[in-house]
């Protein structure tokens, strides 16, 4: 294991996001502080409790899911983009590492940037709403569990996309609405029955529960279920990940 070649790429995008930090870190903060300000506070206090929780506290999952969503998939396919578009990436294939520690070092870097934005975000939380977590060992395995693997979706967008607008394309066209639908301003359960059988056909709906029975105690979906879906994603990213290495998919031709 090239653990110097790792630490290399490592600290290039780490340092990438302290020169970005408006970007990569104030700006999705200030994002979700207003949908606190809007969601939890001015509507929230005109709003019932859902499954015996404040909705404003309701929210914090879902808030925080959508920004990590976010945040992980550009971090990983901004990354790995540039070195396509500078040509750069051709040094790197050609370096005496291989492609296990290169994805390891840039989808390594994007999940600790949005691990330490989600912890942010759950941290400014406090400041609008008040809230406990049941269970915190799982909070934070459940965050970086669903950092790492859109990190590795980010990063498969990053080699796909050949513009700068195909970058964009699934994250503000399919993962965000997806993200709206999932459940993170409401409980699936509050849908019609029909409704409620659709949402099930959303993965992000597990993700949003899962991270939700972490701070609560209660899902809309069985905990163990939403652990299952993550993995299962994670599995399908690496399977394209090595695909795209084995057959030089937009990267060696």
Request: aromatic share 14%; with cysteine; glycine share 10%.
């Amino acid at each position: 294991m090239n653990l110097y070649g790792i630490r290399a790429i490592y600290k290039f995008e780490m340092a990438r996001t302290w020169r970005t930090i408006m970007q990569s870190v104030i700006s999705p903060v200030l994002s979700t502080s207003l949908y606190f300000v809007v969601f939890g506070t001015a509507i929230g206090s005109h709003m019932g409790a859902i499954d015996g929780i404040s909705y404003g506290a309701f929210i914090i999952p879902g808030l925080i899911m959508l920004s990590l969503l976010g945040e992980s998939i550009s971090n990983a396919a901004f990354g790995i983009f540039f070195p396509k578009f500078s040509g750069t990436i051709y040094e790197v294939l050609s370096a005496p590492i291989s492609p296990i520690e290169i994805v390891a070092g840039y989808v390594g870097a994007a999940a600790t940037k949005s691990t330490l934005l989600g912890l942010l975000i759950i941290a400014t939380a406090r400041v609008f709403v008040e809230y406990q977590i049941q269970h915190p060992i799982w909070m934070l395995g459940f965050l970086i569990l669903t950092a790492v693997t859109f990190s590795m979706f980010g990063f498969i967008i990053g080699i796909w996309a050949d513009d700068f607008q195909k970058l964009q394309i699934i994250p503000l066209m399919v993962v965000t609405p997806l993200t709206f639908l999932g459940g993170a301003f409401y409980s699936i359960n509050m849908l019609p029955e029909i409704w409620q059988k659709i949402s099930l056909f959303n993965p992000v709906v597990y993700l949003i529960s899962g991270f939700r029975w972490a701070f609560y105690g209660v899902s809309d979906v069985n905990i163990l279920v939403s652990l299952g879906i993550t993995l299962t994603i994670l599995v399908a990213c690496m399977l394209g990940i090595w695909l795209i290495f084995r057959t030089g998919y937009r990267i060696k031709v």
